[in-house]
């Protein structure tokens, strides 16, 4: 059976509110993250609501209220005046055609906005979407991280999760923990194939910024928005110096977006314990299990 999607602006409310913008977020959510990075460009006044998901600490995303503001329990949630958007590459050019603030626009940057988005179930359209190719080298950071997280709470949401996949890869995700990354387990099998399509999506993005400063020229654009908060991604799970091997163009594009007061306010403001925890857990993980060893190999060779 197709899974039932939500995407763009709903026409109903799911909160009663005077509230203008509201975003339903998480710290370490890569779609929260772009969501805010790009209320911080167009100096949007928006209510944040933090919600914790399993990786971070408790499933509050599958609370009655949350559950009523998202039937499909993920973050981000974009509300205008208690109307939902769904989708963070929806939620953004919503965003900014509500904004009295204009950043670039182009068919290009409607191409990277597109090409750099987490679109349905992150490991299909992997050759589409670099957000799906991310999300697939998430999972280590995602593994160190659910190590700290009782396994009393995978009770709840093996039964209250609205999808039972997730729900059960989650929790073989705790169970397995870096055995998850062994030769032949079916997300090793994925890998290369993951690899293969970031390093061509990067490709493209460095040949395409010959000359340029930004995405869109010489104006920044929600295409940069877009593409920041995915190299950020990977210098977490310490994978962007490979993915920016000769790639130089690439190299020196991250570090004018590092310089944007957006990459302050969004990302590393909101960089909580658990990130920082599981981030030191994956690093000497690296040092030390063979599973994960072979797992970034597969993905470096
Ligand atoms: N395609 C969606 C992705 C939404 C999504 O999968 N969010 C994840 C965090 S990045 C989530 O809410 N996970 C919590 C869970 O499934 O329990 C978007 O761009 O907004």
New binding site residues.
Partial sequence: MQKPTLSGLQDYKVLDTEEEWILYH?NF????RKARVCIDELNIKAQLKHVH??ETKD?E?LTKKFLKINPL????VLLHFGMPI????EQITYLENYSSKKLSQSETVSHWVKKG???GEPDKNLEKYAGNCISIFTVPLFVSMLQNISIFKYIKYLFK?P?RF?ASKFLAFKILAYRVFKKGSPIFKIIKSASNNLNNHFKELDDHLEGKSWIDGDNFSLADVTWMVLFHRLSEVFLLDHFFEDKNNLKSYFDRLKKRDSYQTALLNYESDEIRIGKLNLEFELDNNKNLNQYYEAIKS
Avoid at 29 to 32: F, L, N
Avoid at 73 to 76: K, L, S
């Fill in positions: 998480n959510s890569v779609c929260s998901i399993m499933c995303n329990a993920t973050v981000p769904y989708e963070s590459h988005s987490l679109i999760h999808d997730r």
